[in-house]
């Protein structure tokens, strides 16, 4: 079977999962009735069977296992959001309907040799500032949960730090594919450019309190550099610089104190200050009350779960047990309701995605194409670390989005985006050479 026809297998057995996890939603609902599941199923499919279609013209020998593993993710994630809220569930859908349009157009737009954004390198690297620093901008930035991350512009609403991601890795490619070299040599002139647009990105995440995007763009330009350059001295460096950096910020910002105190401390026994209203309050009542109650929420799940549609979260009066429950703790409402199985089949979903995008850099001739598609996968994968191991402690929690599952349109876009990146690589890499 073809590279293509294993796809449009696996759009279909995605479908299939789709549609038969919102049928368990919506026969869950005593007032709903599931007559409009096939409807759902055969919608979501024509969508895809789209993409697919796109992709056959304009990269037919790319990896075939990249847009069906994201069609899975997609499902879940708008059975989710449909879940926990109707209409933002809608709005989720319609978000996917643009995500999967900006990505034909991109696959179109790219199809002859996307290699062309080399030469737009720096144009990439300063756009991935300006981007980051709009928020920051008076009566523009939006501060949400204690950071500057969304830009309002009336009716539209984005947050620009997932497409500064893309540019930044955009950039670094192009940057590290022409100096590599000399990079592999030390010498400090050579780091200049490269330093000087992630310190100005880096700066800006911290000035706007957005400590998530600054750990993941961290780790990207680690990865990056080490890819390029092949020299472990340089990630050492890194690291050391990272934890110095940490420490200062520790020290300097009341945000990330609170932050690793949560992190290291949920509960308490006896009543702390609580910021949120002057008076004494345990902490998980308090500052840690998220971080604890979606940990009960994932032990509430057990082994196999209470069933799509049965989970509890909310309380008598209405009000959401677990605040921001549809962007930054949407995993722990997936525990609760498939369990430990399904969260780790969830969690396998974006390991095989992972997988298929190191492949693809491995198997990329170019230096800057495989910069590309180590950058984008090992972003896919730092993301998806950094928020599913904040809602489970294992790092600090963070504000940023679980790829393409959280609810936020900036967020799918720029994920289609990456994988368009991906596909053009990986057709690139595989198209035979005659």
Same mark, same amino acid.
């Given at each position: 079977m073809t590279a293509r026809g294993r796809e449009l297998t696996g759009l279909v057995i995605a479908a299939l999962i789709a549609g038969i996890a919102f049928a368990s939603v919506t026969t869950a609902r005593p007032t709903e009735v599931s007559t409009n599941v096939a409807a759902y199923c055969a919608l979501f499919l024509a969508v895809y069977v789209a993409a697919h279609v796109v992709v056959r013209r304009t990269t037919p020998y790319a990896d075939g296992a990249l847009l069906p593993l994201t069609a899975a993710l997609t499902g879940i994630g708008l059975t989710v959001n449909y879940r926990l809220d109707p209409d933002e569930g809608a709005r989720q859908a319609l978000w996917v309907l643009v995500g999967v349009s900006v990505f034909a157009a991109t696959l179109v737009f790219l199809r002859h040799d996307y290699r062309v954004l080399e030469s737009y390198r720096y144009l990439f690297g300063v756009g991935a500032?300006?981007?980051?620093?709009? +928020? &920051?901008? +008076?009566?523009?930035?939006?501060?949400?949960?204690?950071?500057?991350?969304?830009?309002?512009?009336?009716?539209?609403?984005?947050? +620009?730090?997932?497409?500064? /991601?893309? $540019?930044?890795?955009?950039?670094?490619?192009?940057?590290?594919?022409? /100096?590599?070299?000399?990079?592999?040599?030390?010498?400090? /002139?050579?780091?200049?450019? %490269?330093?000087?647009?992630?310190?100005?990105?880096?700066?800006?995440?911290?000035?706007?309190?957005?400590?998530?995007?600054?750990?993941?763009?961290?780790?990207? #330009?680690?990865?990056?550099?080490?890819?390029? =350059?092949?020299?472990a001295l340089f990630v050492a460096v890194g690291l050391g610089l990272f934890v110095g950096g940490a420490t200062l910020l520790y020290q300097a910002l009341d945000r990330v104190q609170e932050r690793v105190t949560i992190w290291l401390h949920p509960w308490t026994d006896e009543r702390v200050y609580c910021a949120l209203n002057g008076e004494l309050e345990l902490r998980q009542d308090c500052a840690s009350y998220q971080l604890v109650k979606s940990l009960y929420s994932i032990a509430n799940g057990g082994?196999?779960? =209470?069933?799509?549609?049965?989970?509890? $979260?909310?309380? =008598?009066?209405?009000?959401?047990?677990? +605040?921001? %429950?549809?962007?930054?703790?949407?995993?722990?409402?997936?525990?609760?309701?498939?369990? @430990?199985?399904?969260?780790? &089949?969830?969690?396998?979903? #974006?390991? @095989?995605?992972?997988?298929?995008?190191?492949?693809?850099? @491995?198997?990329?001739?170019?230096? $800057?194409? /495989?910069?590309?598609?180590?950058?984008?996968?090992?972003?896919?994968?730092?993301?998806? $670390?950094?928020?599913?191991?904040?809602?489970?402690?294992?790092?600090?929690?963070?504000?940023?989005?679980?790829?393409?599952v959280s609810y936020g349109g900036t967020s799918v876009v720029a994920n289609f985006l990456l994988l368009a990146g991906l596909l053009l690589v990986s057709n690139r890499a595989n198209t035979p050479r005659y």
């Open positions: 500032v300006l981007l980051l620093f709009l +928020p &920051a901008v +008076p009566r523009l930035g939006e501060r949400v949960n204690g950071a500057r991350l969304w830009v309002d512009l009336g009716p539209l609403q984005f947050q +620009p730090g997932e497409l500064a /991601k893309i $540019f930044l890795i955009l950039f670094l490619a192009g940057y590290l594919r022409e /100096k590599r070299e000399v990079l592999a040599q030390g010498r400090l /002139k050579d780091f200049g450019p %490269l330093l000087a647009i992630w310190g100005a990105a880096m700066l800006v995440i911290v000035q706007s309190a957005d400590l998530g995007s600054a750990l993941l763009n961290f780790g990207i #330009f680690l990865a990056m550099l080490y890819v390029a =350059t092949g020299r082994f196999s779960g =209470t069933g799509l549609g049965e989970g509890t $979260f909310s309380s =008598t009066d209405g009000s959401e047990l677990i +605040p921001y %429950l549809r962007t930054d703790f949407i995993y722990s409402a997936i525990a609760q309701e498939i369990g @430990l199985v399904g969260a780790a &089949a969830l969690l396998l979903l #974006f390991m @095989l995605f992972v997988v298929r995008g190191m492949r693809v850099a @491995l198997r990329a001739e170019d230096g $800057f194409s /495989k910069l590309l598609a180590a950058g984008l996968t090992f972003g896919f994968a730092l993301q998806t $670390f950094i928020i599913v191991g904040g809602v489970l402690r294992v790092v600090p929690l963070t504000g940023i989005t679980l790829p393409f």
